[in-house]
């Protein structure tokens, strides 16, 4: 099952501290809804991280050990990353791609998230709707986190 993903979200913070907040890998995970144990992966020349995701979708509970490489950063307006991995029974895996771009807009930035995931096996069988739902709400409850973080930024209006 293939999941697309197109989010807007206006952010109260310049876009050079929106940047920092991007760049700034243990800072931005804490935001970031069922996401934890983030750590760098020891590749030279690679921007890489290990990352575990534990989600409820509909009947299912599941972990997921995530890759996430870092494959552009364009300061400040655009980061690209592609995610990859699997819970530990490989029952469930996933692969794609994600897209941040950011734009000065009044009063703030203008940040545009797009992802294109493709989700295999035991919770492909539940369909997009479901998996469409939470990810709607997994992306508002990080659209809350954020804006909370830039209202407590001093120096960020």
Same mark, same amino acid.
């Given at each position: 099952?293939?999941?697309?993903?197109?989010?807007?979200?206006?952010?109260?913070?310049?876009?050079?501290?929106?940047?920092?907040?991007?760049?700034?890998?243990?800072?931005?995970?804490?935001?970031?809804?069922?996401?934890?144990?983030?750590?760098?992966?020891?590749?030279?020349?690679?921007?890489?991280?290990?990352?575990?995701?534990?989600?409820?979708?509909?009947?299912?509970?599941?972990?997921?050990?995530?890759?996430?490489?870092?494959? +552009? @950063?364009?300061?400040? =307006?655009?980061? #690209?990353? /592609?995610?990859? *991995? !699997?819970?530990?029974?490989?029952?469930?895996?996933?692969?794609?791609?994600?897209?941040?771009?950011?734009?000065?807009?009044?009063?703030?930035?203008?940040?545009?998230? +797009? @992802?294109?995931?493709? =989700?295999?096996? #035991?919770? /492909?069988?539940? *369909? !997009?709707?479901?998996?469409?739902?939470?990810?709607?709400?997994?992306?508002?409850?990080?659209?809350?986190?954020?804006?909370?973080?830039?209202?407590?930024?001093?120096?960020?209006?």
């Amino acid at each position: 099952m293939l999941l697309k993903l197109t989010e807007e979200l206006p952010l109260d913070a310049s876009i050079e501290v929106v940047w920092n907040l991007l760049r700034d890998t243990p800072r931005l995970a804490r935001l970031l809804p069922g996401v934890d144990n983030v750590a760098p992966l020891s590749e030279e020349g690679v921007e890489a991280y290990a990352a575990s995701l534990s989600e409820k979708i509909g009947p299912f509970k599941i972990t997921m050990n995530l890759e996430v490489r870092v494959t +552009e @950063a364009i300061a400040p =307006i655009q980061l #690209k990353a /592609a995610i990859k *991995g !699997a819970d530990s029974m490989a029952l469930n895996r996933i692969t794609g791609s994600m897209q941040v771009s950011l734009r000065p807009a009044s009063p703030g930035t203008q940040m545009q998230f +797009e @992802a294109s995931i493709e =989700i295999l096996g #035991k919770l /492909a069988t539940l *369909g !997009a709707v479901p998996i469409r739902r939470r990810t709607t709400q997994a992306f508002a409850e990080f659209a809350q986190n954020i804006q909370a973080q830039f209202a407590k930024e001093p120096g960020s209006s």
